[in-house]
């Protein structure tokens, strides 16, 4: 008899532990997702942590292993062995720092990295006629750093790839919200609005809604959402080719194909769940990008907005791991605003774990039982 295994939420991380687990015969695995707020589908899609600076060393290793496992999980995705340029392209990024002298200083931490981690690809200083060549409109006269390696991501077109292919090994998706409880023998089940059923395991991939999944059942929960808008230009430029464009401070410049371009993200702490998109926070970013980088960007060039929320421990530290007081109940969360490069990784390794496999990292370094008591 098959085992039957439940993921509830279907963001990067859950999506990527169905389309491992649907690989298996033996299980029977199905996929809620109310996708409301969802961060996946909302994000930026830069995949470029080397050269953070953050101290955490766990989640540094746990960002550079994600981003070293994308290309060969995209090859697995995507079977026929071509990984759509909308889905992932590797364009590079470029960064700049306030003041110019320090790029050389990020350069020799960047070489040094690179020692571990060979994906950063070339690094190199550009003069503001080198970022020119690659990108004409840029109009500022900063040098910038760059790295080969960085990439570009859709995380809406991933997850739609990865639950088609999950599908296709026979994985059910159920897009309802879902209500999580145990059974007089211990067993995870589960509630939607045209099912109830009992799980063998279960995966929580509910990110910045853990809290009221297991609120419910008297667990405290170390997760607070943060609210993060987008603003979506659509220009004439060729922007196929351009790198990923990282300014000071926290609003970046994403080009994706056809003059498609993402200017954001937000980081507001204050506003729970509030899913609005607001102009004048677009336009806000936008004229920043426009200050930083090149007149050319105009707010007029708006078409839309996206929205998402992300979710954080206090001490902005990722886990994951088995929840406390369950047996075979797996759980993750606290990726902030990196989880689109270590969503993967950590999909894959829930799917690990419930297969009783070791994962590549260690879950002892991310602590569950630290954030869900
Ligand atoms: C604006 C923005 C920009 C970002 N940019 C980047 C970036 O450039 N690079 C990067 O690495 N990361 C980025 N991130 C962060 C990244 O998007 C997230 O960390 C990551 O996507 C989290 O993935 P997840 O699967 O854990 O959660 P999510 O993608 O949030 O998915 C969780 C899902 O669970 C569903 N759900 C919740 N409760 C239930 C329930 N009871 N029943 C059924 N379904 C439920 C939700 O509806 C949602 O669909 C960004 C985030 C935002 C918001």
Redesign the pocket.
Same mark, same amino acid.
């Given at each position: 008899m098959s085992k039957k295994i439940a993921v /509830?939420?279907?963001? @990067? @991380?859950?999506?990527t532990a169905t389309f491992y687990l649907s690989k298996h015969p033996q299980y029977e695995v199905t996929l809620?997702?109310?996708?409301?707020?969802?961060?996946?589908?909302?994000?930026?899609? /830069?995949?470029s942590?080397w050269l953070s600076k953050r101290r955490n060393q766990e989640w540094y290793q746990m @960002?550079k292993l994600g981003a070293a496992f994308y290309p060969g999980f995209l090859q697995q995705v995507f079977s026929n062995g071509e990984i759509p340029k909308e889905v992932y392209q590797q364009v590079g990024t470029l960064l700049f720092t306030k003041k110019d002298k320090n790029l050389e200083e990020l350069l020799k931490i960047g070489l040094k990295r690179r020692e571990e981690a060979p994906e950063i690809g070339e690094l190199k200083i550009l003069s503001p006629e080198e970022v020119r060549e690659r990108i004409p409109i840029y109009s500022k006269d900063k040098r910038a750093l760059f790295a080969s390696g960085g990439a570009r991501v859709d995380?809406k077109a991933l997850i739609e790839a990865l639950l088609t292919a999950a599908e296709k090994q026979g994985a059910q998706i159920i897009r309802?919200?879902?209500?999580?409880t145990k059974t007089k023998s211990n067993k995870p089940y589960i509630e939607?609005a045209s099912l109830k059923e009992e799980y063998e395991s279960v995966i929580l991939?509910?990110?910045?809604?853990l809290p009221? /999944?297991l609120g419910p059942l008297g667990y405290k929960v170390d997760i607070r959402p943060q609210?993060?808008?987008?603003a979506q230009l659509q220009t004439n430029w060729s922007t196929d080719d351009w790198p990923v464009i990282m300014p000071t401070g926290e609003k970046?410049i /994403?080009p994706f194909l056809d003059g498609k371009i993402l200017v954001?993200?937000?980081h507001e702490d204050d506003m729970a769940f509030d899913l609005t998109l607001q102009s004048s926070s677009l336009e806000e970013m936008v004229l920043n990008a426009q200050e930083q980088f090149s007149e050319c960007i105009r707010t007029s060039d708006i078409i839309s907005g996206? @929205?998402?929320?992300?979710?954080y421990t206090s001490d902005f530290a990722p886990f994951f791991g088995e929840v406390p007081g369950f047996d075979n109940v797996f759980a993750?969360?606290g990726?902030?605003?990196?989880?689109?490069?270590?969503?993967p990784l950590l999909g894959k390794i829930l799917s690990d774990l419930i297969l009783g496999e070791s994962p590549v990292l260690d879950p002892r370094k991310y602590p569950i039982e630290k954030y869900v008591k």
């Open positions: /509830i939420g279907g963001g @990067v @991380v859950g999506s809620f997702d109310e996708a409301t707020g969802q961060a996946t589908s909302a994000s930026a899609g /830069i995949i942590p @960002v995380g309802e919200k879902a209500t999580f939607t991939a509910n990110s910045a809604w009221e /999944i609210k993060g808008q987008l970046d /994403i954001g993200a937000t996206r @929205v998402g929320t992300r979710a993750a969360s990726l902030g605003s990196t989880g689109l490069t270590a969503g």
